[in-house]
């Protein structure tokens, strides 16, 4: 008796479900990694941006002789900034929805309200100026915009504030 062999080139309905399952659960672990990922993203792009502002702030104030500020709003999450030789605010940023603003002013203080940064003709930063500014996601402050040592200018860390 001569045994039929399959030449069809196909897959059985077993081994589809099989690799529709592993799929599905690769992608519901690459998903929720990919969450994670994103929501960091907003608090380090907000981050940079705000360094960026403060940098350009700093150019502003030496290229034209003029005091630059640079305010930030913390009950609604907005920032800009405003030079003496053009009088109105020339640049305002609003915080992405889920994010916050916090600040610690010159004497290690939590800030309220409207806070100001302000930069002097020759570059300088004033040294009433916020010592530190966080990025929060809920109650956790992912990134911060603070005073390098030198507090020649301000960085952007993920580190905590060291207790003094």
């Known amino acids: 008796m001569r045994v039929q062999e399959r030449t069809s080139g196909g897959?059985?309905?077993?081994?589809?479900?099989?690799?529709l399952a592993l799929l599905a659960v690769v992608a519901g672990v690459t998903t929720s990694n990919l969450a994670g990922f994103v929501r960091g993203r907003a608090?380090?792009?907000?981050?940079?941006?705000?360094?960026?502002?403060l940098e350009y702030a700093r150019s502003s104030a030496i290229s034209r002789s003029a005091r630059t500020t640079v305010w930030v709003e913390l009950a609604n999450g907005e920032y800009g900034i405003t030079d003496e030789g053009t009088g109105g605010p020339n640049t305002t940023h609003q915080i992405a929805d889920r994010l916050q603003l916090g600040a610690t002013d010159a004497d290690n203080q939590p800030a309220e309200g409207r806070i100001e940064i302000l930069v002097w003709p020759d570059?300088?930063?004033?040294?009433?100026?916020?010592?530190?500014?966080?990025i929060l996601e809920?109650?956790?402050?992912?990134?911060?915009?603070r005073w390098n040592a030198t507090r020649f200018r301000y960085e952007a860390t993920t580190e905590e504030t060291d207790a003094n």
């Open 123 to 134: 570059g300088e930063y004033d040294a009433r100026n916020p010592l530190e500014i966080a």
């Open 138 to 145: 809920g109650d956790v402050a992912t990134w911060r915009v």
């Open 43 to 53: 608090a380090d792009e907000e981050c940079r941006r705000l360094v960026a502002l």
């Open 11 to 19: 897959f059985t309905l077993l081994e589809l479900i099989v690799v």
